[in-house]
């Protein structure tokens, strides 16, 4: 399973930018896929996860609170990519951010459902 994400970087706060993801070594159709981050400071901890959206196979999305309205994740079965537009965005949305793949089709809110994640991309908000 390999998972690898781009697009990161540096913007000011109400900037955007778009993530992605290539994704290979599975069978992509058959896995959820989601981002996650991380804050800096607390390291690749439980605590200090939390996912920012998921898209299953059928191109279904969920996303967290913060993120509504704002990023749009979606997901190319032909390419195998998963993309996210973030818009708008906050300082509190800097972070790593991980694309990773859940255990079976279905997603799940839960973090630790996620067992591959990539190296991940920095995404820096400030002004």
């Known amino acids: 399973v390999r998972l690898m994400e781009t697009g990161g970087g540096s913007v000011q706060p109400g900037g955007s930018l778009r993530l992605s993801c290539a994704a290979s070594?599975?069978?992509?159709?058959?896995?959820?896929l989601a981002w996650l981050r991380q804050i800096p400071e607390s390291g690749r901890e439980e605590s200090g996860r939390?996912?920012?959206?998921?898209?299953?196979?059928?191109?279904?999305?969920r996303y967290t609170a913060s993120a509504k309205g704002r990023f749009t994740a979606s997901r190319d079965n032909a390419e195998h990519t998963l993309s996210l537009q973030m818009n708008n965005l906050r300082p509190e949305d800097t972070a790593m951010y991980y694309c990773?793949?859940?255990?079976?089709?279905?997603?799940?809110?839960?973090?630790?459902?996620?067992?591959?994640w990539g190296e991940g991309t920095q995404v820096t908000v400030s002004s």
């Open positions: 070594g599975f069978d992509y159709e058959a896995y959820c």
């Open positions: 939390e996912l920012v959206a998921y898209v299953d196979p059928d191109g279904h999305t």
């Open positions: 990773a793949r859940g255990q079976a089709r279905v997603c799940s809110s839960q973090t630790s459902y996620y067992d591959f």
